[in-house]
């Protein structure tokens, strides 16, 4: 079973920029489809951006286009999300997500592995 390693987060100010990295321990990891998603305290967990296993296409939450980046490294086992001009809405847990074969979801029914998540924190 694929285990997902979160890693990039931490306390940046409002306008920087950070770099997740999601680490997959698998084999196949070219074929799984990859999310990203977001939960703070008391809300739900909520899209922030995909990327199809094959065609590589990628999707995002209407909040973050033209800031947030998502991409992979087959070779390296790791999707990224490239985080720039962030907000301090942007402040959340960041999760990333897994699932073979799967189209790109904006929900979380859509993905059945998930990563422990990374604290994003934009200060003002």
């Known amino acids: 079973q694929v285990q997902l390693v979160e890693s990039g987060g931490g306390l940046v100010q409002a306008g920087g920029s950070l770099r997740l990295s999601c680490a997959a321990s698998?084999?196949?990891?070219?074929?799984?489809?990859m999310g990203w998603f977001r939960q703070t305290p008391g809300r739900e967990r909520e899209f922030v951006a995909a990327?199809?296993?094959?065609?590589?296409?990628?999707y995002y939450a209407d909040s973050v286009k033209g800031r947030l980046t998502i991409s992979r490294d087959n070779a390296k086992n790791t999707v990224y999300l490239q985080m720039n001009s962030l907000k301090p809405e942007d402040t959340s847990v960041y999760y990333c997500?897994?699932?073979?074969?799967?189209?790109?979801?904006?929900?979380?029914?859509?993905?059945?592995?998930w990563g422990q998540g990374t604290q994003v924190t934009v200060s003002s």
């Open positions: 698998v084999g196949t990891f070219s074929s799984y489809t």
């Open positions: 990327i199809h296993w094959s065609s590589g296409r990628t």
């Open positions: 997500a897994a699932q073979r074969f799967g189209l790109p979801s904006m929900s979380q029914n859509g993905y059945n592995t």
